[in-house]
């Protein structure tokens, strides 16, 4: 079984603050882990990933995460948040669970990002 | 490429109706998922296709639903009949076959039963 727990629906912060958005995941395999922001009426747009390789992944915006295996945590973090920064944020995890293709792949319940000016 | 190409954008339409949403996925992605979105209950995975063939229907929330693929570059979500609960912002996304890649999402289709 796997599972993704966002520990906050909502986070503020003033414009030039860090981000920090936590995630933590369960997971009986390997997994890659994955953010995913979406803007309002958007779709959702790739942030960055992990898939085993190095453990701080670094995106698009300046965005980064670091895979921490033993805490089983995600987290995205932002050294200064920008307005544009506004919208709502996915962690996900995804495990193959079968050598035929089979995959699951389970989205947190977001975090919405506010930006104060 | 246009990315995951979804059809239409927006949908309203009366209870009881039967209504088709329509993805094109990225050329070669062999990979598709249909999502629903909705604000009680975030994304749910509703069903995936791996080369054409469906793998995992488990999230199909019932037999009103269906989905079909009948080529690579194509696929249908069907709602017969509709209902005001299954509005919702339905999204479909495509990727690659090598392992560790993302999935590439469409723009979603916002639809709306009255």
């Known amino acids: 079984a796997q599972s993704v727990t966002q520990l906050d629906s909502h986070v503020s912060v003033s414009e030039g603050t860090p981000v920090l958005l936590r995630c933590n995941y369960s997971s009986s395999y390997s997994p890659s882990l994955f953010w995913y922001v979406q803007h309002p009426n958007k779709g959702l747009q790739l942030l960055l990933k992990y898939t085993s390789a190095a453990t701080l992944v670094k995106g698009i915006n300046g965005f980064e995460a670091e895979f921490k295996k033993s805490e089983t945590s995600f987290h995205l973090t932002k050294p200064s948040a920008h307005m544009s920064d506004a919208a709502e944020y996915f962690c996900v995890v995804r495990a193959l669970i079968s050598n035929f293709g089979n995959e699951k792949l389970t989205f947190g319940t977001g975090t919405r990002l506010t930006i104060i000016p | 490429d246009a990315g995951v190409i979804q059809s239409p954008r927006h949908e309203v339409t009366e209870m009881g109706q039967e209504v088709t949403l329509r993805c094109k996925p990225i050329s070669g992605h062999d990979y598709l998922f249909w999502y629903r979105q909705t604000m009680m209950r975030g994304l749910e995975l509703l069903i995936y296709f791996n080369n054409n063939v469906p793998i995992d229907d488990s999230g199909m929330p019932e037999d009103r639903f269906s989905a079909k693929m009948p080529n690579a570059s194509f696929s249908t979500l069907k709602i017969q009949p509709s209902e005001p609960r299954d509005s919702a912002v339905y999204f479909c996304?495509?990727?690659?076959?090598?392992?560790?890649?993302?999935?590439?999402f469409g723009q979603g289709t916002r639809l709306t039963v009255v």
């Open positions: 996304a495509s990727r690659p076959p090598t392992g560790n890649t993302e999935a590439f």
